[in-house]
């Protein structure tokens, strides 16, 4: 197959889950990695499978990205996988992370879902994992989402290892789930 594993990424947290799908994807297959901000909506045409990534911004895919995919046209030949990474809580813990999640994060993979049923596509499934916001995200964050102390405490020394080994690890896991589906 001919994959295109592309991200949009301003810090470099989701270029990293880019590049563990893309190690994966060019074990069997012809593929490439590319950063959203080169991509154009006619070169998608060119794929076979589409791995889109990006940072989840203001509770859903990145602006640049939404703008994007509204673009695609209806029915392509592509396969669509998504991946994402945000700074919010995954929601498995407690439902405190549950809560930040559905209000901060969620709508990324319902973005995806909703691309796929309005564009037709074939849409084989999605990744997240948490992300090290930066400076300026911390502190908003700090400051309007995560304001207790000890709340904080916790929240910033889990946040600021991901993507860790294990979230990569994940990642692979995901891309070649996948490519087997494909
Ligand atoms: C402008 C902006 C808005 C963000 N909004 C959210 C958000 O709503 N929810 C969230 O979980 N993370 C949010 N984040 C944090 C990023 O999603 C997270 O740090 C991500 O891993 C960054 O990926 P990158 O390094 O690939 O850019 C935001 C980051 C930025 C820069």
Redesign the pocket.
Known sequence: MKILVT?????????KIAEAIHEIALQNHDSILKNFKELSVDELENYDLVFLGS??????L?PPVLRFVEKIPVSPKLKLAGF?????YPPEGSDRHAELFEQ??SKCSKTYKTLQNEKNIDYKGYFRC?????K??EGFIHAQIITEDEEWAEYIAEVVK?PDETDIENAKKFAQEILDKC
């Open positions: 991200y949009y990424s301003e810090t470099g947290n989701t270029k940072a989840c911004h203001h509770a859903n990145a994402v990474t945000h700074s919010t901060w994060a948490m992300g090290v916001p930066s300026p995200i991901h």
